[in-house]
């Protein structure tokens, strides 16, 4: 059953299901889905976090106060970065809603509170 959580979740987000769940992905981890407007918005440019971008949301997760992604290492990667940026700063001019998925698994080392990294970002 475990392999089908995933594909489940994916057909979930494109048929456009909007709940709100914190998904177990194992004993040691858990993946947030959360509908919310994005409230700040932040990209670094300091050589420890150069490329980050970090975002929080109205009402977030216990665990996941914020979110965060990073240009990744090859140039789709890269692309992706870009395309999820520009779609978060669309969302947070216009406060339309923005589906997150992400998980607390890889969390940001800029901060002392639980940053989840991004996998994947969706209007709403």
């Given at each position: 059953m475990k392999p089908i959580a995933?594909?489940?979740?994916?057909?979930?987000?494109l048929a456009g299901i909007t709940a709100t769940a914190a998904?177990?992905?194992n004993a040691h981890s858990t993946e947030y889905?959360?509908?919310?407007?994005?409230t700040r918005l932040y990209s670094?440019?300091?050589t420890n976090y150069e490329g980050h971008i970090v975002f929080q949301v109205d009402s977030p997760p216990a665990g996941c106060v914020a979110f965060w992604f990073d240009q990744?290492?090859?140039?789709?990667?890269n692309a992706?970065?870009?395309?999820?940026?520009?779609l978060l700063l669309s969302a947070y001019?216009?406060?339309?809603?923005?589906?997150?998925?992400?998980?607390?698994?890889?969390?940001?080392?800029?901060s002392?509170?639980?940053?989840c990294k991004v996998t994947t970002v969706a209007l709403d």
């Open positions: 995933p594909l489940l979740r994916r057909i979930a987000l998904l177990p992905l889905e959360v509908v919310k407007s994005v670094y440019l300091l990744g290492t090859t140039p789709a990667a992706a970065a870009k395309n999820s940026y520009a001019h216009t406060q339309a809603l923005v589906r997150i998925v992400a998980v607390d698994t890889q969390l940001w080392s800029g002392s509170q639980p940053h």
